[in-house]
């Protein structure tokens, strides 16, 4: 569960979340939990507030006297003290005042500088989606939050579905929301499911809608510049599913995709545990074949420096192991996969950040843009190789199909397969030189028209409507307000009515003429049956006539 943005400490610049995004400049910082756009006045009463406060804490600590007040001070005309008290904390407020304003400008610059180095993508590219996936608890819906936060600051789009069905509250706007479509509680009921297996529906039943939240994203293609992905915290429901992996592929075809696995810094610092999420992300990156970003969360708690260090150093991890006093014979199988995960640790994104605070969001956005780029230099060009020798190959079949039948024709032998002849190029062999096997003709068309069209589309920024409605509502229960049919939906019913209707009427002929069988069947089997006692009747009377003559006789 995600905590409120609400609850971060102040002063963190962070991002007009996008549902505001129209109403306020790219850039401008806000407070969680504040109004996005406060009146001046408010602005003018709140600093007067911090300043009176730092005045008091400044007192507190010895500093200063407060200044005499309306209730705290000396009434008893003895006005010197009080106006020679007054004067230090007007002396302190401003130096405090000065030196607050200077931190703040020093933020603000460090901030500034921080997001102009960010490697951004350029504004006609198309957007990058971001599987964000991770253990329960490891901070995902967090990030999510903080991201968008961060990528409106650094004047980026992103569009956001969240593909959680059972959290209860999300700190973000999700522009589409498996549970506007699909009540996970109400999947439990129909179908007598426990959590996890109501989890799993409730995706399934997105995924046959997934098509529909492609459309989605495609249409808002040229405004967005990143389609973030929040998944169940049942990691392996979205990561071991056939509707985990559709929606992965789904998004992979359409636009470039990598995964944000994120790790939980503090519950991974045994060297045992850091292994095994390490073995997860490998799972993943081999399962999905998507590039990936290890996002190191949550290290306002714990710092990652050790967990960065063991990657990047075998000889540290093995120390790790040696010093770890739980050693067990885990620690030896461990030592022997760390060995193994070396070479996917070698060109591994990994990122430090804290969701909570917002460190090392900058870097992620960096590390995102650089995945994208992978996705499409690597992944996407050798699909568009893969393509081109599955066709080459598919038109040497059909030539040597077509001499095959020339032979035949002519009655002549078919000729033999050339010796050497590659064989078809299938997709698992095209997943064998590190191709992603879903993707097909539309990614790399995709991808080509996107490059073709350079930078052509230009992104408008705007405010982002909900797309709650248009998914519609595939399990009973949750409706949302003003939901209505489509003219497709309403005519796709209609349609569905008419066939089921055809089909009973035919049904009903068909008993119809199934009961006139049996009549003519059982005429037929008395008109045997009356024949073959004829013909016995016959016999006998023949036989009783030749009796009788040979009696005579
Ligand atoms: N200190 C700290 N706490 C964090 C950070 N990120 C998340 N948390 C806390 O970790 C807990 C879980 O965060 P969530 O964002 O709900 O994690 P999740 O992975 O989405 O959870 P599930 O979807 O239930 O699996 C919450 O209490 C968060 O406040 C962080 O960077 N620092």
């Keep these: 569960m995600a905590r409120s943005g609400a609850s971060r400490g102040p002063g963190i610049p962070i991002a007009v979340p996008h549902a505001v995004a129209g109403r306020r400049g790219a850039g401008e910082d806000y407070v969680p939990g504040q109004p996005a756009l406060a009146p001046q006045e408010d602005e003018a009463e709140a600093a007067e507030m911090i300043e009176g406060a730092l005045v008091r804490v400044s007192a507190r600590m010895g500093m200063v006297q407060p200044a005499a007040g309306p209730t705290g001070g000396d009434d008893d005309g003895e006005d010197e003290p009080a106006e020679a008290s007054g004067a230090g904390a007007d002396a302190t407020a401003e130096a405090v005042g000065r030196e607050a304003a200077a931190a703040a400008a020093d933020a603000a610059a460090a901030s500034a500088a921080s997001a102009a180095a960010v490697p951004l993508r350029p504004l006609s590219a198309p957007p990058v989606a971001c599987l964000v996936i991770g253990m329960a608890g490891s901070g995902k819906t967090t990030l999510m939050r903080a991201l968008s936060d961060r990528m409106g600051v650094l004047g980026q789009v992103p569009y956001i579905i969240n593909a959680d069905p059972a959290v209860a509250h999300v700190p973000y706007v999700a522009n589409i929301d498996i549970r506007d479509a699909v009540n996970y509680k109400e999947v439990m009921k129909q179908y007598g499911l426990g959590p996890n297996g109501a989890i799993l529906t409730a995706l399934n039943l997105f995924a046959t809608k997934f098509d529909q939240v492609l459309e989605l994203c495609k249409r808002r293609a040229d405004e967005v ?4 992905v929040d998944t169940p915290g049942q990691i392996e429901a979205f990561t071991w599913s056939a509707s985990g992996q559709i929606i992965t592929e789904s998004v992979a075809s359409e636009m470039p995709t990598c995964v944000l696995f994120v790790l939980d810094v503090p519950r991974s610092r045994s060297p045992t545990t850091f292994m095994s999420n390490m073995l997860y992300a490998c799972s993943i990156l081999y399962k999905t074949r998507l590039p990936i970003v290890v996002v190191l969360n949550k290290t306002d708690v714990a710092k990652a420096d050790d967990l960065v260090g063991w990657m990047r150093d075998f000889e540290l991890f093995q120390k790790a192991l040696d010093d770890d006093r739980d050693a067990t014979y885990a620690s030896t199988l461990t030592r022997s ?11 591994l994104e990994v990122v430090p950040v804290s969701a909570a605070t917002g460190d090392g969001l900058d870097a992620l956005v960096g590390a995102i843009t650089r995945a994208a780029t992978e996705f499409e230099e690597g992944y996407a060009l ?14 040497k079949d059909r030539a040597a199909s077509l001499a095959r039948l020339q032979a035949d024709v002519e009655g002549r032998p078919a000729p033999e397969p050339a010796s050497g002849e590659a064989a078809p190029i299938g997709l698992s062999d095209a997943a064998g030189s590190g191709l992603r096997t879903s993707m097909g003709r539309e990614v790399v068309d995709a991808l080509e028209s996107v490059r073709e069209e350079g930078g052509a589309a230009a992104r408008t920024r705007g405010e982002l409507m909900r797309e709650a409605p248009a998914l519609g509502v595939f399990a009973n229960g949750r409706r949302m307000p003003g939901w209505e049919p489509s003219d497709d939906e309403v005519a796709a019913a209609q349609s ?4 089921a209707a055809m089909g009973a009427a035919e049904e009903e002929e068909d008993e119809e003429v199934e009961e006139g069988e049996e009549e003519a069947l059982q005429a037929v089997r008395e008109m045997a049956r009356a024949m073959r006692d004829k013909a016995a009747a016959d016999k006998a009377a023949a036989d009783k006539a030749a009796a009788d003559k040979a009696a005579e006789a």
């Design 225 to 228: 510049s990143h389609v973030l």
């Design 337 to 347: 996969m760390s060995l193994a995960l070396d070479e996917f640790y070698a060109g």
């Design 382 to 395: 050798e699909a568009k190789a893969s393509l081109a020798a599955r066709q080459e190959q598919a038109e």
């Design 496 to 499: 569905a009515e008419a066939v």
